[in-house]
């Protein structure tokens, strides 16, 4: 099983930007599909972006693109998010999230998750 820790949030202005980094550990990090989700105040834990185990695909939500930039390094064992022109309606927990199990789909649902980090704030003021 893979354990993951985030890290990099923070408090930042609208406009500016942060990357978050997910450290895997436990498993062989590329054999695991990786993903970012988030939750807001009150709201529910929502699909942010994927990244295969190769990094040959990615999926955004729409709110997202061209602002985020998911990335992984596997030699690092490292997932990353890049958020630049960030706005006040980005602010929530981000957590990071593996499946490593085989899947034929591309995950973008909770459910298909089997390994969550711990979760980091992010909060932009406006």
């Known amino acids: 099983q893979v354990q993951l820790v985030e890290s990099g949030g923070g408090l930042v202005q609208a406009g500016g930007s942060l990357r978050l980094s997910c450290a895997a550990s436990?498993?062989?990090?590329?054999?695991?599909?990786l993903a970012w989700f988030r939750q807001a105040p009150g709201k529910e834990l929502d699909f942010v972006s994927v990244?295969?185990?190769?990094?040959?695909?990615?999926h955004y939500r729409d709110s997202v693109k061209g602002r985020f930039t998911i990335s992984r390094d596997n030699a690092k064992d490292t997932g990353y998010l890049q958020m630049d022109s960030l706005q006040p309606e980005d602010t929530a927990v981000y957590y990071c999230?593996?499946?490593?199990?085989?899947?034929?789909?591309?995950?973008?649902?909770?459910?298909?998750?089997?390994?969550w980090g711990q979760g980091t704030q992010v909060t932009v003021s406006s």
């Open positions: 990244i295969s185990r190769s990094g040959d695909y990615i």
């Open positions: 999230a593996a499946r490593c199990r085989y899947a034929n789909y591309v995950p973008i649902t909770v459910a298909q998750y089997d390994t």
């Open positions: 436990g498993r062989t990090f590329s054999s695991c599909t």
